[in-house]
């Protein structure tokens, strides 16, 4: 069983960054593709950027190309989101989430296909 814990959330004006951090515990998240999901009040969720078992693929939704970017250090057994130039649409719980197999895919934007999820920690940007 793997459990995830996110950190790094908080309130931040627009233009800055944060880097969200999500550790877990368990098991080794080397043989899992992971995701973070983010979803902001009175809409949906959806997939900001996923990452596959050895990091090599990634994915990263339209909205926040260019600004975000995922990574991850399997020795640590953690994932992070480097969050720039963020803007007050970012504003959101974000949540990460962990796969331990999508058959020949190396990544999923697809909520259901994760297996763990973590509590969220929140992101909260001012104008």
């Known amino acids: 069983q793997v459990q995830l814990v996110e950190s790094g959330g908080g309130l931040v004006q627009a233009g800055g960054s944060l880097r969200l951090s999500c550790a877990a515990s368990?098991?080794?998240?080397?043989?899992?593709?992971m995701g973070w999901f983010r979803q902001a009040a009175g809409k949906e969720r959806e997939c900001g950027a996923a990452?596959?078992?050895?990091?090599?693929?990634?994915y990263y939704a339209d909205s926040v190309k260019g600004r975000f970017t995922i990574s991850r250090v399997n020795a640590k057994n953690t994932v992070y989101l480097q969050m720039n130039s963020l803007k007050p649409e970012d504003t959101a719980g974000y949540y990460c989430?962990?796969?331990?197999?999508?058959?020949?895919?190396?990544?999923?934007?697809?909520?259901?296909?994760?297996?763990?999820w973590g509590q969220g920690t929140q992101v909260t940007v001012s104008s």
């Open positions: 368990g098991r080794t998240l080397s043989n899992y593709a």
């Open positions: 989430a962990a796969a331990r197999s999508l058959g020949s895919s190396w990544y999923s934007v697809v909520g259901r296909t994760y297996d763990y």
């Open positions: 990452i596959s078992w050895t990091g090599g693929s990634t």
